[in-house]
């Protein structure tokens, strides 16, 4: 009877479980870490790669001023070399011309045209009497003078500007930035502490030399506003200020020529 029992008992299993009366075994749910271990591998696999490629085989933190250093030195004798090369060339070009003028009476006319233009336009050395400015960044400050900022102690694009534009109102004729000569049409810009002029780059002191009526060039120096804020961090950060009347020299204007704008005046 108990081997009949137990058979008729596991008869009614199977047939419950034919009849899928028996309860489901529940799903066992996978953990979340289980999911994002994929996505946290698939990100650090383009995180490794992303750095290799800006890398390029060097290390990231490697020091590459001296790099940059050369490149800079690299540049500025190319720029050099082919300044030399332009003047080569403009000098031939004159040479040629001026053979031509001998024999050929347009060529000789235009040329004398060009002469009488030449010196309006920046294209001779001028001398006379005039004002020189001298603007220099200031020294290493005391603890005392702690609060002053990096910004407080050089001479930035806008201090150069107010000293030029303010000696052009007064009437200069002629003038040079670091002994380059300078029309109304030049740009001057600061990266940093240095000065971009004509494509090359000058460091502190920047002196201006202007031609002209040195009364009126320094009353015109007094009465810029911009001098006047520049002369004030002098005295409040030992910043570098020094005027100067004297005969003075300028030279010719040996940049390219070339207009990129121009406007008919009224």
Avoid at 47 to 59: I, N, Q
Avoid at 152 to 165: E, T
Wanted: net charge neutral; with cysteine; hydrophobic share 40%.
């Amino acid at each position: 009877m108990e081997y009949t029992s137990g058979a008729t008992s596991w008869q009614k299993v199977l047939r419950r479980a034919a009849a899928g009366l028996l309860p489901r075994r529940p799903r066992q749910r996978r953990p979340g870490w289980s999911i994002g271990v994929p996505l946290i591998a698939a990100a650090a696999g383009l995180l490794f790669t992303t750095s290799a490629t800006t890398a390029d085989g060097t290390a990231l933190r490697e020091d590459r001023r001296p790099q940059l250093n050369q490149l800079i030195e690299d540049r500025r004798e190319q720029v050099a070399a082919s300044e030399r090369r332009a003047a080569t060339l403009r000098g031939e070009v004159e040479q040629r011309t001026n053979t031509l003028a001998g024999s050929d009476a347009p060529i000789k006319n235009q040329q004398n045209r060009a002469q009488g233009s030449l010196q309006a336009a920046g294209f001779t050395a001028l001398g006379g009497p005039g004002v020189t400015v001298e603007l220099n960044d200031a020294p290493q400050l005391d603890q005392t003078q702690s609060d002053a900022s990096n910004d407080d102690l050089v001479v930035h694009q806008g201090d150069v500007q107010a000293v030029v534009n303010a000696l052009w109102a007064g009437g200069a004729e002629a003038m040079s930035i670091m002994n380059v000569r300078v029309l109304t049409t030049s740009a001057v810009r600061c990266v940093g502490n240095t000065l971009l002029l004509h494509g090359r780059v000058y460091s502190p002191p920047f002196k201006i030399v202007a031609i002209g009526d040195p009364a009126a060039l320094q009353q015109a120096l007094a009465s810029s506003e911009g001098v006047r804020l520049f002369k004030d961090a002098v005295d409040d950060y030992q910043l570098g200020y020094r005027e100067t009347v004297s005969t003075v020299r300028v030279p010719a204007f040996e940049d390219s020529t070339s207009l990129r704008s121009a406007t008919v005046p009224k």
